[in-house]
């Protein structure tokens, strides 16, 4: 089933069964008067709201805002991600190398994730001790960051597909992700999870451009 062209007219159903790229959902975010800012799942979730007839009111913008005009002096566990203005960049990771013992220190997705749902959620007192037990596992990763992570199917999907034995001998192997990606996408009856049986049963043996294989003798 072709994945068919966005509509205001589409319900929150039609719309969840197919994939939309982040750009694409940027452009429609603007095309209906929404923000086109933020996480792939946050436009999609604007987007969702507007086909249900919900205002999604756009609160992390406003409180980005706050961060980024505020800057702390220092950073220490007590500091507060919002109202102080804590940022990802030398001063933090500096912070953090200082408090592992490390010479170098490198953020993960889900301190980013977790920084962005006290955004969403106005929660003005996290602080970075909170971004610590992240780090350190000892707290759950907030469900903003599972439901932005499935968002990205297409850069796992394509992962798979490279690390697929089976797909070594194929000449161009992006333009045949590409392929098939396009037809497990459009196909809500099909899993955006990369499988080897995908390659025999969407992709017709002439459509696998394989390289020329050296002759045995």
Not at 119 to 130: F, H, I, K, S
Not at 135 to 140: L, P, R, V
Not at 154 to 181: E, H, Q, S, Y
Request: glycine content about 6%; proline content about 6%; aromatic content about 10%.
């Amino acid at each position: 089933m072709e994945r068919p062209p966005f509509s205001e007219q589409l319900t929150v159903a039609e719309f969840r069964r197919h994939y939309w790229y982040k750009a694409e959902l940027a452009g429609i975010c603007k095309s209906i008067g929404l923000s086109p800012q933020g996480t792939k799942a946050e436009m999609q979730q604007r987007v969702e709201g507007f086909l249900s007839g919900e205002t999604i009111a756009d609160a992390r913008e406003s409180h980005t805002r706050i961060r980024k005009k505020a800057s702390p002096r220092e950073i220490t566990p007590q500091t507060r991600l919002i109202p102080e203005g804590f940022k990802f960049n030398r001063q933090a990771r500096e912070f953090f190398a200082r408090y592992y013992g490390k010479e170098r220190f490198s953020f993960t997705k889900e301190m980013a994730a977790a920084l962005r749902e006290a955004e969403r959620t106005g929660n003005l007192e996290m602080t970075v001790a909170d971004l610590i037990r992240v780090y350190e596992g000892k707290t759950d990763a907030p469900a903003a960051a599972s439901s932005e992570e499935a968002t990205y199917q297409w850069n796992r999907f394509v992962r798979d597909f490279n690390a697929d034995p089976a797909t070594r001998g194929i000449k161009d192997r992006m333009k045949t992700a590409a392929l098939l990606w396009k037809r497990v996408r459009d196909d809500p009856g099909w899993s955006k999870t990369y499988s080897t049986t995908y390659l025999a049963d969407l992709l017709p043996a002439s459509e696998l451009d394989k390289k020329d294989e050296p002759d045995p003798s």
